[in-house]
């Protein structure tokens, strides 16, 4: 479903646990292990962890977060972890410095680790953030909890700089909580405390939301707040709409943003498109979206929800990686 280097995530729910985790805990996309403070953990104490983890079977991808005072450790936490294929997550808890984290990251990542970074929002900065983005940093890592009706702001804010992964921890206790951090760009959504079975059945559930609908973190519409690859389901910019401030957040004209859409339509299933508003599938919109002109033109070449929403989801990350 997410594939972050060697990093395989099968889900987009991941689990924080302590290093013993319970067995519900191992059905997660990604299983985090926290406690490492290596301040007071040695990494052999680390990796006896993680050996112990391998030997319970077949599970998800691991990470473990780690904190120092000192950059050595981590340079071994970073070692051991790009050797068993794990994710290095860093905690800002003993990394105040923007200055020592911004020199950190590339010395870590050098060791050939995944790496993510755990940080609440009013630590990122916009120009933290800016220059986070121009890091090789693979996850961020938003901690979100206590943030309510914020979160999914949040969430898109980083989303929309198109640089690592999105990751958002937050107060998640139904399908709907975590579907709406997913449609504002999340890639991953986090949960620490949760209850073990609650969380087992939301990492199964998301991975059949995406096997029915073919996009389980499909983004909302541009007009509608949606993050930028809502771009994948907007009209011709003819209008004074929402569109033309996503696509200057893009940096792409209007008539680059026809010339493309239309470029990456050609060939596929979603060129054609009689009787839709502009004559072509590349233009409609989100299947939820009730339109019986759509519906219609979907019918006639017999192309399913399902298949329509994953080659959206196509056409946005080829879209805004040619934009990037």
Known sequence: MLDVGYLHITSPIAVISSPKPSASDRTAGLLLLEGFDLDDVS?????????????????????????????EPLLGAARLAA??????????????????LLELIPLLKRCGVILSLRIRPEDLSDVLLQKILETELDILHLDLRGLN???????????????????????????????K????????????????????????????????????????????????????????????????GALKKAGITPDEFVEKKLSLAAGTLLEPGEGTCFGSLVWCCKISKPCYLRDAALAK???????????????AEDLLRKTS
Do not use: Q
């Not at 319970?56 to 904190?67: D, F, L, N, Y």
């Not at 050797?83 to 020592?100: A, F, G, N």
């Not at 070449?301 to 056409?315: A, D, F, N, P, T």
């Open 43 to 71: 990494l052999t104490e680390m990796e006896a962890c993680l050996d112990t983890l391998g030997r319970h079977g077949k599970m998800g991808a691991v990470g473990i977060c780690a904190s120092c005072s000192g950059d």
């Open 83 to 100: 050797r068993k294929l794990c994710l290095l997550e860093l905690r800002m808890s003993k990394i105040r410095d923007p200055i020592r």
């Open 149 to 179: 009706g914020a979160g999914p702001r949040m969430v898109k804010r980083a989303a929309d700089k198109r640089g690592p992964a999105v990751m958002a921890l937050a107060d998640v206790g139904e399908f709907d909580d975590a579907k």
């Open 181 to 244: 951090l997913l449609s504002m760009g999340a890639d991953v959504v986090s949960m620490r405390g949760a209850d073990p079975e609650f969380a087992e059945w939301l990492s199964k559930a998301m991975v059949e939301y995406d096997a029915l609908s073919g996009w389980c973190n499909a983004p909302k519409h541009i007009c509608a707040g949606g993050d930028l690859r809502g771009l994948a389901y907007c009209c011709p910019p003819v209008k004074n709409c929402p569109v033309h």
């Open 301 to 315: 070449i017999g192309l399913s929800g399902k298949k329509y929403m994953e080659l959206k989801k196509r056409l």
